[in-house]
């Protein structure tokens, strides 16, 4: 069995409200969308930006909308504190999704 | 069919102003909205209204009123398309704002220009002591530290300035995609209980907000997403019509790109849950949507729906949080990850031993794991040429802030080999936390005077 970076089959944008990040994932193809379906689980998310998130902010989100061929992860904490207190360089965490976009998915 | 042009001619406060230009002049546009206030920006510019009663609005307001003003009177001299301005730029001081367009309308020989102010949305003399923030603290707590708080209104104060025939409407805080709901609720009618409507016109605010990242911006990948002509960006722009339908485009000619992958990226951008967006004026539910190209660079959206409003509105408060002070060095060529590690230790090391009253502190290399941390920066393969540390603290006291920079810089003389370019900055923390007030205790008022 093969694997690809999720880069080849999906583009992402993050987007941050308080100390909560989401990050979109959108198969380039609709027919690469069940394999993100299957593959791309909250868990697995959470696991790839674990040494970010902050355990006690809640669980990684995950909401699916087909019509877009398309996942939101959302991500409590991970903005430690939010954009106008976080001393990250990126207090936006605008950059997080390309970090996803990483990830392997099996073919 | 009656349809409506609305152009988005700014996604952020500091955003470009020749796309705005470009639209205002060959969008054949009903109305260009600029939306130019982020998180914290009220609770800045309230800073600056404290040292100056007239200041308080937005620094590029002038700059962009005079640009585009002359496309307002010429649509009403031409007896042609009528265009409107609608904006949030007036942050802390609407009325201000709103005499100094007056003032430009007058300077560029423009007569007869309405200019409608909204307030009603600082309800900074309305809290109550005892009320809770989301971050557990009171708003009693904050004493002295408590510098705005501002609710986020819906369209409906906009609406009313547009049936009092404004030309230019200038608001503090209003909901992002209000600013863009308020035309079509007024062009077409809609009832304020029109969820489905309404519902639909948000998606066409929330596709439009942030201007240039639906038409290409924020999304080129080389290889893999590439669009052309980034420099000369397009802004969207939405043709809608009555049942709350559009199309979105930009200027022919104009660089970037609209089609359903940008169209995606940006509908998901800052949404949660897709069957819950709330807004003042609706909870919009995204689920169903579906982009479908009908032209090069024009892309129909359709399959917003909606449900009842929220009954609370949701006031951001702005409160001063201590100091951030700063300090970065760069290491180059062989073995610089090793002395921007060793740079690192010494700093952290030298807080602790001059003992520094820091709150936080975090100290992380770029190039390597300021970004997404250690684990993922450890992936890349071989060792970077240049990495620059950054060392950033959080105090209660600005005079402790100040050390933090001091000790990078002191790396110059007392570091590892070769360091090089040390900057510092120490900047005070404008927090931002929130609340939920009933709708009823929040009035939004509309002011107009007719320009002299």
Not at chain 1, 76 to 100: E, F, M
Not at chain 2, 325 to 341: C, F, K
Request: hydrophobic share 45%; aromatic share 6%; glycine share 12%.
């Amino acid at each position: 069995m093969s694997a690809v970076k999720l880069r080849e089959l999906a583009h992402s944008r993050t987007g941050d409200k308080g100390d909560t990040s989401n990050i979109s994932v959108i198969a380039f193809k609709a027919e690469d969308y069940p394999r993100l379906l299957d593959q791309l689980t909250a868990e697995r998310v959470a696991a790839h930006f674990a040494e970010l998130l902050d355990p006690k902010a809640g669980a990684v989100r995950r909401y699916e909308l087909p019509n877009v061929q398309a996942l939101n992860f959302v991500l409590p904490g991970i903005l430690k504190g939010g954009v106008t207190r976080s001393l990250a360089l990126d207090a936006h965490g605008k950059a997080l999704g390309a970090a996803l976009l990483d990830i392997e998915l099996e073919m | 069919m009656k349809t409506l042009r609305i152009g988005s001619g700014a996604g952020y406060s500091g955003d470009r102003i020749e796309p705005a230009v470009e639209l205002a002049d060959k969008g054949a546009l009903d109305y260009l909205v600029f939306e130019c206030l982020a998180e914290r920006t009220i609770a800045l510019a309230q800073q600056a209204r404290l040292a100056n009663p007239e200041a308080g609005y937005d620094p590029l307001l002038s700059e962009r009123m005079r640009r585009v003003l002359p496309f307002v009177a010429r649509g009403r001299e031409s007896g042609q398309k009528r265009l409107r301005i609608i904006s949030n730029m007036g942050a802390a001081n609407p009325l201000s704002a709103a005499r100094e367009v007056r003032r430009i309308a007058a300077e560029l020989g423009l007569h007869g220009l309405k200019v409608a102010a909204l307030t009603g949305d600082d309800v900074l003399a309305q809290l109550n002591p005892e009320q809770l923030l989301d971050n557990g603290a009171t708003v009693g707590s904050l004493g002295e530290r408590l510098v705005s708080a501002n609710a986020y209104l819906g369209a409906e104060g906009i609406v009313e300035a547009l049936q009092a025939d404004a030309d230019v409407v200038i608001t503090g805080r209003v909901a992002d995609p209000s600013l863009f709901l308020a035309p079509q609720l007024f062009e077409f009618g809609w009832a304020q209980d029109d969820w489905a409507r309404l519902g639909r016109g948000t998606l066409i605010g929330h596709l439009l907000e942030c201007a240039g990242q639906i038409t290409g911006g924020y999304f080129a990948d080389p290889g893999v997403k590439d669009v052309a002509d980034l420099a000369r960006l397009g802004f969207p722009l939405a043709e809608v019509d009555a049942q709350g339908r559009a199309v979105i485009g930009k200027v022919p000619g104009s660089g970037g790109r609209i089609d359903t992958a940008t169209c995606t990226e940006q509908m998901i951008y800052e949404v949660h849950d897709p069957k819950a967006y709330l807004t003042p004026d609706v909870t919009a539910d995204f689920s169903g949507v579906s982009f479908s190209v009908v032209a090069p660079n024009e892309v129909r959206a359709e399959g917003a729906d909606g449900r009842a409003r929220p009954q609370t509105l949701k006031i951001s408060v702005g409160y001063l949080d201590g100091w951030i002070g700063e300090g970065q060095i760069s290491y180059g060529g062989p073995g610089a990850l090793g002395r921007a590690q060793l740079a690192r230790d010494v700093v952290l090391e030298r807080l602790k031993i001059t003992g520094v009253v820091l709150d936080d502190v975090r100290a992380e290399l770029i190039g390597l794991d300021s970004l997404h941390g250690a684990a993922l920066g450890l992936r890349t393969s071989g060792e970077p040429w240049e990495v620059r540390l950054r060392v950033a603290g959080r105090c209660a006291d600005r005079a402790e802030a100040v050390r933090i920079g001091n000790e990078v810089e002191t790396l110059y003389t007392n570091g590892p080999y070769g360091g090089g370019g040390a900057t510092k900055s120490v900047r005070q923390v404008v927090a931002v936390a929130s609340l939920l007030l009933p709708r009823d205790a929040v009035k939004p008022r509309v002011h107009l005077e007719d320009a002299s």
